[in-house]
């Protein structure tokens, strides 16, 4: 809402770019730190370049012992809209968490410290928010397959959802068939959202487990098709792993996407587009069983069977999904390592589902 002065004008909160503007509102960035110090400099960096200068930046060292737990005391020395909190390592969530708690900001971000925004991405967010008077902000972002800096020739793919102001059912739907992007990261919130919400601890994919109670617990969603982000896919992430573990967790996220589906959104997604979501889940259950054949452990073996215990139970409603994912599952169910071998040979490929056009404004 817009203050008035002493005089009693109204005071515009619109954000003025290149500077700091009187009634701007506070951004906490959250930085979870954990032994990135090849990445860390650069990522930072793009937060001390941002057109919005009203920034709370919190760096938050998660037990890092390779120099990067130095480098966020050198931040905090260079710049005063750093701070830095150094806890025992424990996990991606645990330091977010940390932030949540110890931010002052009216909205927050999240930067994940091997990735970089774009010099005006707070500013074009935090502006979306407040003309629109919405509590989520979300732009595109730019995917780089790189060790080095992320720069426009490292970039191999961009997620540009489509642009408008939502309401919070059109923003599930459109979460739930993938045109927002699960992650934290391509988003600016209203602090509101987290005052009784957290990451779960100790689990991967825990962005998935949170963006759909944030969705609903908003008014309106407003949507930047611009790509402000630059994300890192490093080959040796989380969540580019292949580990048991990581598609257990991976799992049951899925999941509890399937019962927020099924038990809070009725009414809100039409049959088509839960089908498609469905079909999502088992393309991707389709693909996660034939990684985990590649490399095979006690562990892994147990979580394929959880897997394909699953899979085997939705023989009646796969009838009715496109021929590529019948085509794999039967032949998954037939004779796994076939199947497998077709993958390597790349002449078994399940495209992505295309996406259903929603309506693009609040009614």
Not at 160 to 170: N, R, T
Not at 222 to 228: E, G, K, P, Q, R
Not at 324 to 340: A, G, M, Q, S, V
């Amino acid at each position: 809402m817009n203050k008035a002065d002493d005089s009693g004008n109204p005071v515009s909160r619109t954000v003025q770019s290149g500077a700091d503007s009187l009634h701007a509102p506070t951004v906490s960035v959250i930085v979870p730190v954990y032994n990135v110090r090849d990445y860390l400099q650069e990522g930072v960096e793009s937060l001390l370049r941002q057109t919005y200068r009203n920034l709370e930046i919190l760096l938050i060292d998660d037990g890092s012992d390779d120099g990067s737990e130095l480098l966020c005391d050198q931040f905090m020395q260079k710049d005063s809209r750093v701070r830095v909190i150094h806890q025992q390592n424990r996990g991606l969530s645990a330091a977010r968490n940390a932030g949540l708690d110890a931010m002052r900001g009216e909205y927050v971000a999240f930067l994940d410290p091997d990735d970089a925004f774009r010099p005006d991405m707070i500013r074009r967010l935090t502006e979306a928010i407040l003309r629109e008077n919405a509590d989520i902000a979300v732009c595109g972002f730019d995917t780089c397959k790189t060790e080095g800096r992320l720069t426009s020739g490292s970039i191999c793919s961009r997620f540009s959802p489509d642009e408008g102001v939502y309401s919070a059912d059109a923003a599930l739907v459109m979460l739930f068939d993938v045109m927002l992007g699960n992650s934290v990261w391509n988003k600016v919130y209203a602090r509101r959202l987290f005052e009784k919400r957290r990451f779960l601890e100790g689990k991967v994919y825990e962005d998935m487990l949170l963006m759909p109670a944030l969705i609903s617990a908003s008014q309106k969603t407003v949507v930047i098709s611009d790509a402000l982000v630059f994300h890192r896919k490093r080959q040796h992430s989380i969540t580019a792993t292949v580990s048991g573990n990581n598609i257990r967790d991976w799992y049951r996220a899925r999941k509890a996407m399937e019962r927020f589906l099924a038990e809070r959104c009725p009414g809100v997604f039409s049959a088509e587009q839960k089908k498609r979501f469905y079909e999502g889940s088992v393309r991707i259950m389709l693909m996660r069983c034939m990684d985990l054949l590649e490399c095979r452990t006690a562990e892994q073996n147990r979580v394929r069977r959880i897997l394909e215990r699953d899979l085997f139970r939705r023989k009646r409603e796969i009838r009715s999904y496109t021929w590529k994912i019948r085509l794999t599952y039967y032949c998954y169910r037939l004779h796994p390592e076939f199947c497998l071998f077709l993958r390597k040979c790349k002449r078994l490929f399940i495209k992505p589902p295309r996406r259903i056009k929603q309506s693009r404004f609040v009614s």
